[in-house]
């Protein structure tokens, strides 16, 4: 596949300075609300550890846990299946469907189905699938994947859902007041749950103990694609696994908090089987994880897709979710993608200044900044790195470890600050002078000044 | 004690001024310093993308002229962050080990190790923004960040409180990154371009006359901002203040 | 419906052959909430997710608070003894779609969590679980007696397992994804009444 290019792709987003300052005013609002609550909460560092050391333990009992889970879950009267991969997965979905007869489903958001392709795989299958939560169904109706994890439309303008309601739902296109285009979403989408042969969503957590799993919504678009058609089917990746009840509130409290600084999502709602006559099937999907869970980075596993460390970087607020064209954006998705596809996402590692308040805001307390360097290390470890930097720190690796050669170089930048150009400098040749004024060229070096003060 | 004083190569091009009242600083408070007169690299931009197998002679390079110190003092975040969290290319001696540990950047050896109580030669009657680098604040914990709760605390406003008619704001984003991120404004100049504008402007906003910081590396990145948007705002480096510019 | 077993067994055996040194499981540590007011932190919390909160003496004066400040619904299922619904199972409501022409659910809370402004609610009081999300307004009745400081307390009293689907339900239906612009009333219930019984 080819390379994805993150800094192509976030270019016209950065200049569009409406979708642009929209996008990181949202999001700095959240990473805001979030500080105010987690302020609020006198064990919140306290917390995060311990989430982060409950995460380790159960994934390195994870197959121990696994098999707890299933007979459990099975006892609760839910059929679970297992996937080794995305095909697998939508495979064992699309069968349950066939036997079932199911035409049409609504669906709760599910970074899992996104990672699957699902959506498509069931749609080439002449099935009508239908998301159920505001942000996702936007992109799907758009044809995007979401660029966030819990607010899946969030670089779109009003105006751009207006438009886009317009052609697909046919609402009014000059009404962009985000009231009517709900209104207009939810009258669209409650004709269709009724409708509904079926029902599917994502899992937040899985809890060993009881055999039950644990999602959540602010929509409670979730609980209604649950509740209401006869069947439900629900896909988990392996690593959602906790031990039990005991834990699962420490989650609870962490995960809406660090997502948008809310103390709970509206719907935090507990299956352990399934509803008078319906039936209720569970598929637990591995798809690279036992790859992942073998490797130097298998804390991102601790993952509960909560999504501050988008909210607080950076360079995701400027760039835009789509831009790194993956499942995951943002800091989880620059060290989490390349372990999918090292060649394709071998830029991803570097749509990142290393300023390191993602591994502070992550309520599982994954090392994000210590694997973006791990990840650049294999980058060039694997010869994915550009060629061009490949001979620039070659030559530059002979240059620095000679104290000769620096000071020339040394000397090179201050007399081509001095005597370049100010046109040439300020070239289309010079990516900095687009946005900077070169800085003046001091009179000396500290050295020659050294120098100068020993002699006299 | 004594301690050798380590100029990164940007500094000592670009920076000079920093360098100079670092070192007139430390004179004043007495220190006896060492200044290996040959310039040699930390290997921060090995290090930084992904490049570290390169960086092994550049590091003993670095080990051959400065262990044996009391403390390697250094008016840079970024290099210091380097040699303490990340100098692995070279092998993991004693003498490697002893030297990371005893890598300083100015602010922490100013308020950890001296424990400066005052600067009577200072004095700066103006308004400053405190930027405090992503590294300094992260890696070499100079403040608390923003995002991690518990007691608030400064090592550079602290410093900076000792000198007479100082008067320190923050922008609304208190500690947002200002985009240089090292290689990152080359990697990817229009984000890193607009992140500068959007901290200088929150300078800017807050009604600052200086931006003062503990790294020049930032500092370079935002003058340039600065000149380009034509803002009101200057640059300068902590040290020079507490060395008692006046500008 | 039983799929050959092989992935199981493969992702099992993947697991084993690489997964970290066991690591221990942490003890959980008592976190107390600290208040004194139970009942203040919970209308509080509630109503910051747009939950309406009220207080009233008895059942007995569900039924004219619902004439008085629901007087545009037309049906009213109660899964309350003593409220008066004009809908019910078994004869207007058979599935779980039939849900979706009730105006009005009463349904009694388990217990609230003051942390959140959550209540807790089960199948046992929903009666048939899409009666508490396609309705188009709730209203919750909930015994101050019953509430709880924080989510530790909450899954302490929740006995997760005992029921087919419990829901903590904070509010009413929200959205936030368009301009982040919070909106109530995305999917599910358009507004959502507590009324706390003394």
């Given at each position: 596949?080819?390379?994805?290019?993150?800094?192509k792709n976030?270019?016209a987003?950065?200049k569009?300075?409406?979708h642009?300052?929209?996008?990181?005013k949202?999001?700095?609002?959240?990473?805001?609300?979030?500080?105010?609550?987690?302020a609020?909460?006198?064990?919140?560092e306290?917390?995060?550890?311990l989430?982060?050391a409950?995460?380790?333990?159960?994934?390195?009992?994870?197959?121990?846990?696994?098999?707890?889970?299933?007979?459990n879950?099975?006892?609760n009267?839910i059929h679970?299946h297992?996937?080794?991969?995305?095909?697998?997965?939508?495979?064992?979905?699309?069968?349950?469907?066939?036997?079932?007869g199911?035409?049409?489903i609504?669906?709760?958001?599910?970074?899992l189905h996104?990672?699957?392709?699902?959506r498509?795989?069931?749609?080439?299958?002449?099935?009508?699938?239908?998301?159920a939560?505001?942000?996702?169904?936007?992109?799907?109706?758009?044809?995007?994947?979401?660029?966030h994890?819990?607010?899946p439309?969030?670089?779109?303008?009003?105006?751009d859902?207006?438009?886009l309601?317009?052609?697909k739902?046919?609402s009014?296109?000059?009404?962009d007041?985000?009231?009517?285009l709900n209104?207009?979403?939810r009258?669209d989408?409650?004709?269709?749950f009724?409708?509904?042969?079926?029902?599917m969503s994502?899992?937040?957590?899985?809890?060993?103990?009881t055999?039950?799993?644990?999602?959540?919504?602010?929509?409670?678009?979730?609980?209604?694609s649950?509740?209401?058609?006869?069947?439900y089917?629900?896909?988990?990746?392996?690593?959602?696994?906790?031990?039990?009840?005991?834990?699962?509130?420490?989650?609870?409290?962490?995960l809406?908090r660090?997502a948008l600084?809310?103390?709970?999502?509206?719907?935090?709602?507990?299956?352990?089987?399934?509803?008078?006559?319906?039936?209720?099937h569970?598929?637990?999907?591995?798809n690279?994880?036992?790859?992942?869970l073998?490797?130097e980075?298998?804390?991102?596993?601790?993952?509960?897709?909560?999504?501050a460390c988008f909210?607080t970087?950076?360079?995701?607020?400027?760039?835009?979710g789509?831009?790194?064209?993956?499942?995951?954006?943002?800091p989880?998705?620059?060290?989490?993608?390349?372990?999918?596809?090292?060649?394709?996402y071998?830029q991803?590692?570097?749509?990142?200044?290393?300023c390191?308040?993602?591994?502070?805001?992550?309520?599982?307390?994954i090392?994000?900044?210590d694997?973006?360097?791990?990840?650049?290390k294999?980058?060039?470890e694997?010869?994915?790195?550009l060629?061009?930097?490949?001979y620039?720190m070659?030559?530059?690796?002979?240059?620095?470890?000679?104290?000769k050669l620096?000071?020339?170089?040394e000397?090179?930048t201050?007399?081509?600050?001095?005597h370049t150009?100010?046109?040439?400098?300020?070239?289309?040749f010079?990516?900095?002078?687009?946005a900077?004024?070169m800085?003046?060229?001091?009179?000396?070096?500290?050295?020659?000044?050294?120098?100068?003060?020993q002699k006299? | 004690?004594?301690?050798?004083?380590?100029?990164?190569?940007?500094?000592?091009a670009?920076?000079?001024?920093?360098?100079?009242a670092s070192?007139?600083?430390?004179?004043?408070?007495?220190?006896?310093?060492?200044?290996?007169?040959?310039?040699?690299c930390?290997?921060?931009?090995?290090t930084?993308m992904?490049?570290?197998q390169?960086?092994?002679?550049?590091?003993?390079?670095f080990?051959?002229?400065f262990?044996?110190?009391?403390?390697v003092?250094?008016?840079?975040?970024?290099?210091t962050?380097q040699?303490?969290n990340?100098?692995?290319?070279v092998?993991q001696?004693?003498?490697?080990?002893?030297?990371?540990?005893r890598?300083?950047?100015?602010?922490?050896f100013?308020?950890d190790?001296?424990?400066?109580?005052?600067?009577?030669?200072a004095?700066?009657p103006?308004?400053?923004a405190?930027h405090n680098?992503?590294?300094s604040l992260?890696y070499l914990?100079?403040?608390?960040?923003?995002?991690?709760m518990?007691?608030?605390?400064s090592?550079?406003e602290?410093?900076?409180?000792?000198?007479?008619?100082?008067?320190?704001?923050?922008?609304?984003?208190?500690?947002?990154c200002?985009g240089f991120g090292?290689?990152f404004?080359?990697w990817d100049?229009?984000?890193?371009?607009?992140?500068?504008?959007?901290?200088?402007?929150?300078?800017?906003?807050a009604?600052?006359?200086y931006?003062?910081?503990a790294d020049?590396s930032?500092?370079?990145?935002?003058?340039?901002?600065?000149n380009?948007?034509g803002?009101?705002?200057?640059?300068i480096?902590i040290?020079?203040i507490?060395?008692?510019?006046?500008? | 419906?039983?799929?050959?077993?092989?992935?199981k067994?493969?992702?099992?055996e993947?697991?084993r052959?690489?997964?970290?040194d066991a690591?221990?499981?942490?003890?959980?540590p008592?976190?107390?909430?600290?208040?004194?007011?139970?009942?203040?932190?919970?209308?509080?919390?509630?109503e910051?997710?747009d939950?309406k909160t009220?207080?009233?003496?008895?059942i007995?004066?569900i039924d004219?608070?619902i004439?008085e400040?629901?007087?545009?619904?037309n049906?009213?299922?109660?899964?309350?003894?003593?409220?008066?619904?004009?809908v019910?199972?078994?004869?207007?409501?058979?599935?779980?779609?039939?849900?979706?022409?009730?105006?009005l659910?009463?349904?009694a809370?388990v217990f609230?969590?003051a942390?959140?402004?959550?209540?807790?609610v089960?199948?046992?009081?929903?009666?048939m679980n899409?009666?508490?999300?396609?309705?188009?307004?709730?209203?919750?009745?909930?015994r101050?007696?019953?509430?709880?400081?924080?989510?530790?307390?909450g899954y302490?009293?929740?006995?997760l397992?005992?029921?087919?689907?419990?829901?903590?339900?904070?509010?009413p239906?929200?959205t936030a994804?368009?301009?982040?612009?919070?909106?109530?009333g995305?999917?599910?219930?358009?507004?959502?009444?507590?009324l706390?019984?003394?």
């Open positions: 596949m080819k390379q994805v290019n993150q800094v976030a270019s987003f950065v569009d300075s409406a642009r300052s929209s996008h990181d949202h999001l700095w609002d959240a990473r805001m609300r979030r500080d105010k609550t987690a609020a909460i006198p064990e919140w306290e917390m995060r550890e989430a982060s409950i995460k380790k333990h159960t994934l390195s009992n994870l197959d121990t846990y696994l098999e707890r889970f299933e007979e879950a099975t006892r009267g679970v297992w996937a080794r991969d995305a095909e697998e997965h939508n495979r064992i979905v699309y069968d349950i469907f066939q036997q079932h199911v035409k049409t609504t669906k709760g958001k599910s970074m996104e990672e699957c392709g699902l498509e795989y069931l749609a080439e299958r002449g099935i009508d699938l239908a998301e939560d505001l942000g996702e169904r936007i992109q799907q109706l758009d044809g995007q994947r979401p660029s994890i819990v607010m439309a969030i670089h779109k303008l009003r105006e859902v207006a438009e309601f317009a052609e739902l046919g009014d296109p000059h009404n007041d985000p009231h009517y209104k207009v979403m009258n989408m409650r004709k269709r009724v409708k509904a042969d079926a029902g994502g899992v937040n957590f899985l809890l060993a103990e055999g039950g799993f644990v999602v959540c919504t602010n929509e409670g678009n979730a609980d209604i649950a509740n209401v058609p006869p069947l089917v629900a896909s988990a990746g392996i690593e959602k696994m906790i031990p039990g009840p005991e834990q699962l509130p420490l989650f609870i409290r962490l809406s660090s600084g809310f103390a709970i999502t509206q719907y935090t709602s507990h299956y352990h089987g399934p509803a008078e006559g319906q039936e209720l569970l598929v637990l999907v591995d690279g994880r036992t790859d992942r073998a490797s980075t298998w804390e991102v596993l601790k993952c509960i897709r909560c999504s909210n970087c950076p360079v995701f607020r400027r760039s835009g789509l831009s790194y064209e993956a499942t995951y954006a943002g989880i998705g620059i060290v989490l993608e390349p372990s999918y596809d090292l060649h394709r071998a991803l590692p570097y749509a990142c200044t290393h390191g308040s993602c591994g502070n805001v992550c309520p599982v307390k090392p994000i900044p694997y973006v360097f791990h990840w650049r294999e980058v060039v694997q010869k994915e790195d060629l061009s930097h490949r620039e070659l030559a530059g690796s002979k240059a620095l470890a000679s104290e620096v000071e020339a170089g000397k090179f201050l007399a081509a600050l001095k150009p100010h046109a040439l400098m300020a070239s289309r010079n990516p900095w002078a687009k900077h004024e800085p003046a060229a001091p009179e000396k070096t500290f050295r020659q000044w050294y120098r100068e003060q006299s | 004690m004594k301690i050798a004083f380590f100029v990164p190569c940007y500094v000592d670009l920076a000079p001024q920093a360098a100079i070192y007139e600083l430390l004179q004043k408070l007495g220190v006896e310093i060492d200044y290996p007169d040959e310039p040699v930390c290997g921060l931009p090995f930084d992904g490049y570290d390169y960086a092994g002679d550049i590091e003993q390079t080990v051959d002229h262990s044996g110190y009391d403390y003092v250094t008016p840079s975040g970024i290099c962050d040699v303490r990340h100098f692995t290319a092998e001696t004693p003498e490697v080990q002893q030297l990371r540990g890598m300083y950047e100015l602010v922490e100013l308020h190790i001296l424990q400066v109580e005052e600067f009577p030669w004095s700066f103006h308004k400053v405190i680098a992503c590294h992260r914990h100079h403040a608390k960040p923003s995002e991690l518990g007691p608030a605390f090592k550079p602290a410093l900076l409180r000792k000198v007479p008619g100082i008067e320190i704001v923050y922008p609304e984003r208190v500690d947002e200002c090292g290689t404004s080359i100049p229009d984000v890193s371009a607009q992140m500068g504008k959007d901290k200088v402007t929150g300078f800017n906003n009604g600052a006359s931006v003062v910081s020049y930032c500092l370079l990145h935002q003058g340039g901002v600065i380009k948007l803002l009101p705002l200057r640059t480096h040290a020079e507490l060395n008692g510019a006046n500008a | 419906m039983k799929q050959p077993n092989d992935a067994s493969t992702i099992l993947k697991i052959a690489g997964k970290p690591l221990p499981r942490p003890e959980m008592d976190f107390a909430y600290e208040s004194s007011d139970l009942v203040g932190d919970f209308v509080r919390m509630a910051s997710f939950a009220d207080h009233i003496e008895g007995e004066a004219s608070y004439k400040h629901f007087a545009d619904v049906t009213i299922y109660s899964a309350v003894e003593g409220v008066s619904g004009n019910h199972l078994g004869w207007e409501l058979n599935r779980p779609q039939d849900a979706q022409q009730v105006d659910t009463v349904i809370g609230g969590v942390e959140t402004g959550s209540v807790w089960t199948t046992e009081q929903l009666t899409s009666l508490g999300l396609l309705a188009k307004h709730l209203i919750i009745v909930l101050e007696q019953d509430l709880v400081g924080n989510l530790h307390e302490k009293r929740a006995n397992g005992s029921q087919q689907y419990g829901v903590f339900m904070t509010g239906s929200a994804d368009i301009e982040a612009v919070h909106i109530t995305a999917q599910g219930a358009l507004s959502a009444t507590v706390l019984l003394s």
